[in-house]
């Protein structure tokens, strides 16, 4: 199986295996949260990806994360995405779009009324958030009335709708990073006594919520789930992270969703991969990201690990990535330091290779 086959992911024929991994920018209206003109430039150049998936984008006023994140829980935010999945569409390309709730990885200095932000537990989040006034420590979070979640599972709805408004093909759920679906999974960040926390159901339950209302908006060969379960940068962790992502991987190919994105490097010790037994319990697609070059990402895919594979930080230097694996051409290096902050540079400015001359 090559890299450049094309393949079936659901609802989609992609062009090849090749998927651009969701990528937070920061490049959108400070304010408003809408994309400006570069956002769709910035896609449309990386159209030749066999999907795209998109920046994670907030579900709701209560998860604002740097200036310039997107989101997409207004209609002037569907609007504005408009664009966006017009210019990919133009280009050939297929585009979803990434939902997310930060819970208690938001700061108060930037949520309406300086709020709390919510979390399942009254644990902080390690580390420091960035803030207008530099870096400083996440506060213990509010944690969230059992009341409450029946909103939160509307909010990610209602952002789906919004998703389709704008002309995305599908969804990918954000259950990973750390943000606030994960930290209902997790039992470090979980310790809940009541139906969404304890036993591992009921931890996977506000996922599965969200994934059911989701699937009112968008069939479920339009929908993606993306798991992290190695990371653990702020602190977040399972008891037992085996049996948590095998009961989630059989309730997601219940609903028989399109694909499930794991975020799982090669650097990960064999015995601690969950890939192969989630492989074994979905069959659905299987997106493996992290760490990926052309060879490692090439042997997964013949090795029958993976069925797609997605590329983060090649994305954002080489918007041809696609063709630099065809050609086996050099790569453009990322600028760290424009990643998450700028304008156009570092953002749209990155060369592409010049068209192949054909042999005389
Ligand atoms: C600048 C930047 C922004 C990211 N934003 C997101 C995001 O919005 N959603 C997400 O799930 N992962 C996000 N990630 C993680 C990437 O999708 C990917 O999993 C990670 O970079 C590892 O893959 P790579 O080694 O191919 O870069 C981001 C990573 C980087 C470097």
Request: net charge neutral; hydrophobic share 40%; proline share 7%.
């Amino acid at each position: 199986m090559s890299l450049f086959q094309p393949a079936q992911l659901g609802a989609f024929k992609l062009r090849n295996r090749i998927l651009m991994a969701p990528l937070g920018r920061a490049r959108s209206d400070k304010e408003l949260r809408i994309p400006l003109p570069r956002v769709a430039t910035y896609y449309q150049q990386r159209a030749s990806a066999g999907l795209i998936i998109s920046e994670a984008s907030h579900v709701s006023p209560y998860s604002v994360s740097r200036p310039g994140g997107s989101a997409i829980h207004t209609e002037a935010q569907a609007q504005g995405w408009k664009p966006v999945t017009a210019a990919v569409h133009a280009a050939g390309g297929l585009i979803v779009q990434q939902l997310f709730h930060l819970g208690r990885k938001a700061h108060p200095s930037r949520l309406p009324g300086h709020a709390l932000p919510v979390a399942p537990s009254a644990i902080a989040a390690q580390g420091l958030a960035e803030t207008a006034e530099g870096p400083q420590a996440f506060p213990v979070p509010r944690v969230l009335d059992i009341s409450e979640i029946p909103g939160i599972v509307a909010e990610f709805q209602q952002a789906a709708r919004y998703s389709k408004q704008a002309g995305f093909d599908g969804v990918e759920i954000h259950a990973a990073n750390g943000y606030l679906i994960d930290q209902f999974l997790r039992d470090g960040t979980n310790q809940r006594t009541d139906d969404y926390g304890g036993s591992v159901e009921n931890r996977a339950r506000l996922l599965l919520e969200i994934v059911d209302a989701v699937l009112e908006v968008f069939g479920p060969d339009r929908l993606g789930v993306r798991l992290s379960p190695h990371f653990d940068l702020d602190g977040i962790q399972d008891s037992n992270p085996a049996a948590l992502y095998s009961y989630v991987a059989e309730q997601l190919q219940a609903r028989g969703i399109a694909y499930l994105h794991l975020i799982e490097p090669d650097s990960i010790p064999a015995e601690r991969r969950l890939a192969p037994r989630l492989r074994e319990l979905f069959q659905g697609a299987l997106v493996l990201a992290g760490e990926f070059d052309q060879q490692r990402a090439q042997q997964a895919l013949e090795q029958g690990r993976a069925d797609f594979i997605a590329f983060g930080r090649l994305f954002i230097a080489n918007p041809d990535l696609v063709e630099r694996f065809r050609r086996q051409a050099p790569l453009n290096t990322p600028d760290t330091a424009s990643f998450y902050i700028g304008e156009d540079q570092g953002y749209i400015d990155y060369p592409f290779l010049a068209p192949q001359r054909a042999s005389a």
